[in-house]
C-alpha cells in the first residue's frame, strides 16, 4: 500500500514562516514529479509548486520568491516564508511515477491571520 504523509502545517501569523513536510510510504518508485498543491472551499486545487527527478523547481506566480520546494528520495518540502492571509488553504502533496500513477496526500490546513 502507499500512501503521503504530510505535516507541517498550523496557524502563522502574516509575515512569518512555515515549513511542511512530505513522505512517500510504500512502493511507488520511481517517482518523477512530486509536487505541493493547495485548495481553498469552493474553489478548484491549484498547483504550488513542483519538482521533477533531476529537474528544476516550477512554482506558481503567488509562490515565487517567498516558497522554496525541495525534495530528497522520498521526502518532499515546502518552505513557506512571508506568508499571507491569502495563502490559507489545505495543502496537498502529491507524487507521479513514471507510468503517471499518482498520489495524494489527505492534506494538512495551513491558516495565516492578518
Known amino acids: 500500500q502507499v500512501y503521503l504523509v504530510e505535516s507541517g502545517g498550523g496557524l502563522a501569523q502574516a509575515g512569518k514562516s512555515l515549513n511542511l513536510s512530505c513522505e512517500v510510504r510504500?512502493?511507488?518508485?520511481?517517482?518523477?514529479?512530486m509536487g505541493w498543491h493547495r485548495q481553498v472551499p469552493g474553489k478548484q486545487r491549484e498547483l504550488v509548486a513542483s519538482?521533477?527527478?533531476?529537474?528544476s523547481p516550477l512554482y506558481a506566480d503567488s509562490a515565487k520568491g517567498r516558497f522554496t520546494i525541495t525534495r530528497d528520495k522520498n521526502t518532499l518540502w515546502l518552505q513557506m516564508n512571508s506568508l499571507k492571509p491569502e495563502d490559507t488553504a489545505v495543502y496537498y502533496c502529491d507524487a507521479v511515477n513514471f507510468r503517471n500513477y499518482q498520489w495524494w496526500g489527505p492534506g494538512t490546513q495551513v491558516t495565516v491571520s492578518s
Open positions: 510504500g512502493n511507488i518508485y520511481p517517482i518523477n514529479i
Open positions: 519538482i521533477a527527478r533531476g529537474g
